[in-house]
Structures are given as structure tokens and as C-alpha cells.
């Protein structure tokens, strides 16, 4: 019996085998090899499909299906070539140690092995077929050509885990685009309900627009949204969640304006909000007219609101982005595009469209619900303040660096609303870490009324604590914003 792999150890290092353009007429039996008992004990399979005619796919979804928890599985959208898949499979890899199987070379478990043993004993012995595992970083494609369309590609990055109930919606919308030049990047983060299925399916139907992947295992939001990043070509992206929903118009109007400004780093667009059950809820845009904002300005704004609570409605400018994106798992799965989209406002213009182009899923499994009641909303967002004021500092943004005191001001006006909305909630817990925090961002706040009344609910009996309940449900601007903004100075109307 072939078991799950193990982590990596010294006494029995992991091998990632990496199988790509491989014969269709022989990979069957390529993969057969590969799962017979042999010497070499843990082991990973990450196999590329290099949008194969030959039957590959078929063979490969059927081992997939058979260890499932074994190999990691790609299909390219369009043929890429043998270079960039072994980049591919090296930056997927688990593995202390790789060896590599293309064309028809035969698997030899033995041979892998001895190497493994030697490698292991000699830092400096190499061998051709069997290497340490380094991964390297892909270099960033050339701005791609225009299409025959004569239109910029566009791909629409789509990371998923166990979002099958949503997934069909989602990714029937991306097809529905009126803008026609686009790829979608997909990964599914080893889900356990019907997500791959969907998937599939979709990738039948549109194999010339779908890159897809499975990991053999859930290897946590940032590697499974790195899949998707390493397979764009598009001239612009957008990073989707797999339980949005984007109106037909999302990227037309996005390209549209970005073409039009070629200094703006990037698109924002107006957001609704739907439940779990399909309901919609109208949310007010953020500006009251679509505009070009300049960076600098943008900035300032960044460091008291975040404009865009949903990173699906931003379409970025690829070329400039890797250079300003955030590092690190607890900024990049919060805020890692709050700290992107300032550092992209410092050097760029920005376009706001106040249409309502996409739909925000709110949901109790979603990453937004799981932050709120860990308190992320505001100690997540007083370290981010701190480190947008630093960054604006060093390029002389004094508006957006001198903001910061009243961010924090505004972060413990904030914590309150949470301490209200769970103590609504029936969240007293969590309700009273959001209240001691509120004191914590400013000692001053003790003088307001809501503070006071939040005071006495904790000291009251609990038919008092009912009438307090009942004055608190009485408050505005308790759960979303209610009004729209005029656009900061020397913003160009659109």
C-alpha cells in the first residue's frame, strides 16, 4: 500500500518526482512504475500536463483519482515547453531531493535511490537525473504581444478550497466576461467536496482558457494562490475569490480605463454584498464618481480606509506589482494587498469606477469572518498603519505619514463598533476584547458615550443589559458604511 508522504527528515528525505511532457502512449505505464513497491519510500508525484492531445490527461486524472494524496496535478492552457515546467515543478516541489521523468525515460527507483544516498553524504557530488531541490524564482514574462483580438490579456487568478457550492457561479462568470481575452489561472488547495469536479468540468469546456492545478494535500492559502500567480501571461490580473461573483462588464471596463491611463498601477471597483443563499445587499461606492485619483493622494486616503474590503475588485498592472507586494503568511493572507495597493498608490495613479461590478460573498467560512473574531480587523490594521506611515516617510508623503495618529484614533473608534456588533451577536467573549482594545488604541476614548454605555453592560444585570442592547441596536453605521465620499483634490473625473 502507497502511503501519504511524509515530512522531510534526515533518516528519510522526501523525493519529489517530476513527470512533464511525457509520451502519451507510455505514461501509463510510466505511472504504474512509479507506484509499485520499491525502495524509495516517500515520495511525492507532481505531474504537468503540457495541454496534451495524446491522452495524457486522461491518464493523469486517473491516477489522480487513485492517490490523490500523492500527486499534485497542472494542465497548461497552451503548450509552454519543457523549461518552464521543470521551473514549475521545482517550485511546487516538497522534496529535499527531485528526479525528473519527460519523453519516455523509464522510472528507476534503485538508481534514484543510491544517488539520494550520496547526495545526502557528499555536498558537492552532482548527478544528471536526480538533484537537490532549489527552487528558483520564474522570471517575469515579457509584456505580452497584443492578441489577434487586439486586446491585452487579461488573467483572472482563482484559488479554492472546499468553495464547491459557490464555485460553479464563480467560475461561470468569469466565461460570461464580455471582454473575450482571458485566462483563468485556477488551484484547488486539495478540497474534499465536489470543487475538483467543477473544475474539470469547466477546464473541458474552455481548455484554450484554463490553467489548472490540484495539490495533493491543503497547503494553506499562500502556496495554493502561488499556483495561480506562476501560471499568468496576462498583461493584467485580478486575484478572485472562488465565492465572488464578477458582473459580465468587470474587465471591460477595468481595461478600458487602464488602457486609457497608462500611469495607473491599478483598477478599483464598486462592490455588493451576497449572502451565503444568493441574497444581495447594496453597498454605497466608496467615492461618489469614477475618477483617476492621484497616487499621492490615494495614499492618505489608504492610511485611514481600505477602499477595497474585497481583493477581488482590483485589476492590477502585472508589470509593476512583484516588486511591491508583501512577504510573509500572516501579511499576505490579511493584508499582504492592503501593503501592495499603498506601495503601488506611491509611484502610480489610481482608477476608481463606482459601478457595482462584482459581488462580496459574506459568509460564516470565509477568511473575513475567521479574522473578525480574532480581533484582526484592528491590531492586524494598527501594525499595517504603522508600516504604510513608515513606508510613505521614506518617500516624503507627508500627508499619508502624518495620518497616523488619527488612524489609530479611528481604529479604537472601530474596535467599539465590533464590541457592539458581537455583543449583537451574541459574542459577549469577543465582544469584551474588542472593548478592553478599544482603551488600548486610546485611553481617551473612556470620556465617550458608547464607551460608557459598553461599561455598564459588563457590570449590569441582565434585564439592564437588555435595554442597553436595545439602544445599541439604535446606533448607525453599525455593520458597513452608509454614505460615499467626494474624490481626494486633483482627481480627474471619468
Not at 494524496?69 to 497552451?78: E, G, M, W, Y
Not at 491543503?218 to 458582473?247: I, Q, W
Request: charged content about 20%; proline content about 6%.
Amino acid at each position: 500500500m502507497i502511503k501519504e508522504p511524509e515530512v522531510n527528515s534526515p533518516e528519510n528525505p522526501m523525493v519529489s518526482i517530476f513527470v512533464y511532457n511525457y509520451f502519451g502512449q507510455y505514461l501509463n505505464e510510466c505511472l504504474e512504475n512509479i507506484f509499485q513497491p520499491n525502495c524509495l519510500t516517500n515520495f511525492e508525484v507532481i505531474l504537468i500536463d503540457d495541454a496534451s492531445t495524446d491522452g495524457s490527461w486522461d491518464i493523469a486524472l486517473n491516477f489522480q483519482k487513485r492517490f490523490p494524496n500523492i500527486i499534485t496535478l497542472q494542465r497548461n492552457r497552451k503548450i509552454v515547453g519543457p523549461e518552464i515546467n521543470s521551473k514549475r515543478c521545482m517550485l511546487m516541489s516538497r522534496g529535499s531531493y527531485c528526479t525528473t521523468l519527460t519523453d519516455d525515460q523509464v522510472f528507476q527507483p534503485e538508481h534514484v535511490y543510491k544517488c539520494m544516498v550520496m547526495l545526502r553524504s557528499d555536498p558537492y557530488v552532482v548527478f544528471r537525473h536526480v538533484h537537490r531541490v532549489i527552487p528558483q524564482p520564474l522570471p517575469i514574462p515579457p509584456e505580452p504581444l497584443p492578441s489577434i483580438m487586439h486586446q491585452p490579456l487579461v488573467s483572472i487568478l482563482c484559488y479554492n478550497y472546499n468553495y464547491g457550492r459557490y464555485l460553479r457561479e464563480c467560475l461561470k462568470c468569469i466565461f460570461a466576461q464580455s471582454y473575450k481575452n482571458i485566462e483563468l489561472c485556477f488551484s484547488d488547495n486539495a478540497s474534499t467536496d465536489d470543487s475538483w469536479e467543477i473544475a474539470l468540468n469547466f477546464a473541458c469546456m474552455y481548455p484554450d482558457k484554463m490553467t489548472l492545478v490540484r495539490n495533493r494535500k491543503n497547503f494553506g492559502p499562500d502556496d495554493n494562490f502561488a499556483n495561480c500567480k506562476r501560471n499568468m501571461t496576462g498583461k493584467y490580473f485580478v486575484n478572485f475569490c472562488s465565492d465572488d461573483v464578477l458582473s459580465s462588464e468587470y474587465v471591460e471596463q477595468c481595461v478600458s480605463a487602464l488602457e486609457k491611463y497608462p500611469n495607473a498601477g491599478l483598477a478599483i471597483v464598486n462592490r455588493n454584498i451576497i449572502d451565503e443563499h444568493g441574497n444581495s445587499c447594496y453597498e454605497p461606492p466608496f467615492y461618489n464618481k469614477s475618477c483617476v485619483i492621484k497616487g499621492y493622494e490615494q495614499a492618505a486616503v489608504y492610511m485611514m480606509a481600505g477602499v477595497n474590503p474585497s481583493v477581488s475588485q482590483i485589476m492590477y498592472r502585472r508589470e509593476i506589482v512583484d516588486s511591491r507586494a508583501g512577504t510573509g503568511a500572516l501579511v499576505s493572507r490579511y493584508y499582504g494587498t492592503r501593503i501592495l495597493d499603498f506601495n503601488i498608490s506611491v509611484d502610480f495613479d489610481i482608477v476608481y469606477l463606482k459601478d457595482s461590478l462584482i459581488s462580496h460573498r459574506i459568509h460564516s467560512e470565509s477568511d473575513t469572518n475567521q479574522a473578525d473574531s480574532n480581533l484582526m480587523p484592528i491590531i492586524g490594521m494598527y501594525v499595517l498603519n504603522h508600516q504604510l506611515a513608515d513606508i510613505a516617510a521614506v518617500k516624503k508623503l507627508s500627508k499619508a505619514a502624518g495620518r497616523l495618529p488619527a488612524s489609530i484614533e479611528k481604529l479604537a473608534q472601530l474596535s467599539m463598533r465590533y464590541s457592539i456588533n458581537r455583543l449583537l451577536a451574541n459574542d459577549e467573549l469577543t465582544a469584551e476584547r474588542y472593548f478592553y482594545l478599544a482603551i488600548a488604541m486610546n485611553p481617551q476614548i473612556v470620556a465617550e458615550s458608547t464607551w460608557k454605555s459598553l461599561r455598564d453592560y459588563w457590570v449590569s444585570d441582565d434585564s439592564a443589559k437588555l435595554l442597553i442592547l436595545d439602544e445599541f441596536k439604535k446606533l448607525d453605521n453599525l455593520a458597513a458604511r452608509n454614505l460615499s465620499y467626494e474624490p481626494p483634490p486633483n482627481s480627474i473625473p471619468l
